[in-house]
């Protein structure tokens, strides 16, 4: 798949199908789109393209690189569309020959039916219908995916993230919330503790769930390890306020100091705490330990674990 910054990257003249949003999580309703443009790629032998809207936010549930990583395999194009002020107050209709034609070249478009495009969200799923036969393509326009009567959306699965939901938000998702990042040399408290950890930064751009201890997956060198995160700032031996996704492994041993690691979570397990000191500490992580073993005995997060 190719990744292309701009639609002035996007050169190829042959038809396409195509599909149009932010893709903020590539959640379940995103991948319904998705899985429609793959099969007309695959069946009519066009070219299937993401083209996402840049909305420059720093409350996302997906990092641009992190998308791209997840379309690698079904796409030929991922277009990063940047909501330029020229892009903005494009008409409806200009959209439709400038960009699904023009740049595009499509035989199919495929949106949801909230889609939305032009100056002032002027164009709509019925305009793009209304359109289709003057300028030579099929608009394919399906309906919302729903949880319990509820569309799926990015904001339903961010409220949930707040309210400490993280195991139905991965369910929405599809695939587990979580970062990726560098192991980062810290001051082995956990070591000497008897629990070496892996510290990671969490990304500033990256929506953090409520501050607490999950259980998790962590991938190392491709493989998934059982384990448990911290995800918080550490009160009780630092006062820094470096927001940081501290996990133990289960059963890794070796080092993964200044490897890139990624960090799944699965599920809450308990808020962040202060304690009074570090061996009240120690006993509260023993349990979180017992305690994540037991949930991973139970089979709970099974269905994540598999070879990268």
């Not at 339903?156 to 369910?171: N, P, S, V």
């Not at 956990?190 to 990304?203: C, D």
Request: net charge negative; glycine share 12%.
């Amino acid at each position: 798949m190719e990744y292309l910054k701009g639609l002035e990257h996007y050169t190829d003249t042959g038809r396409s199908a195509v599909t149009f949003g932010k893709f903020d999580g590539l959640h379940l309703g995103h991948q319904t789109l998705i899985r429609q443009v793959a099969r007309f790629k695959e069946e009519e032998k066009v070219k299937g393209v993401v083209c996402a809207f840049d909305m420059k936010r720093e409350d996302i549930l997906m990092t641009k690189r992190e998308r791209a990583e997840h379309l690698a395999d079904t796409m030929d194009y991922l277009v990063e569309c940047p909501f330029s002020e020229e892009f903005r107050k494009m008409s409806g209709e200009d959209f439709i020959r400038k960009v699904i034609c023009g740049v595009f070249h499509a035989k199919y478009v495929v949106v949801g039916t909230d889609f939305h495009f032009g100056y002032g969200q002027g164009g709509d799923a019925n305009m793009l219908e209304a359109c289709a036969a003057t300028y030579g393509y099929e608009a394919v326009v399906l309906e919302k995916e729903r949880y319990r009567g509820r569309i799926i959306s990015s904001t339903y699965i961010k409220e949930l993230m707040a309210a400490g939901e993280i195991a139905l938000a991965d369910r929405l998702l599809g695939y587990p919330y979580g970062i990726e990042g560098v192991v980062e040399h810290g001051k082995q408290l956990g070591r000497t503790l008897g629990f070496p950890t892996f510290n990671v930064t969490w990304p500033q751009e990256k929506i953090a769930p409520p501050r607490g201890v999950y259980y998790s997956r962590i991938w190392v060198d491709g493989t998934g390890y059982a384990g448990i995160t911290n995800v918080g700032v550490k009160p009780t031996v630092t006062t820094e306020g470096k927001l940081l996704a501290e996990s133990f492994l289960f059963d890794y041993e070796g080092s993964a100091y200044d490897k890139e690691v990624r960090i799944e979570l699965l599920d809450f397990a308990r808020p962040e705490e202060k304690f009074a000191g570090v061996q009240e500490m120690k006993a509260q992580i023993d349990r979180d330990i017992a305690g994540g073993r037991e949930y991973f005995a139970r089979g709970e997060g099974s269905a994540y674990f598999c070879k990268k």
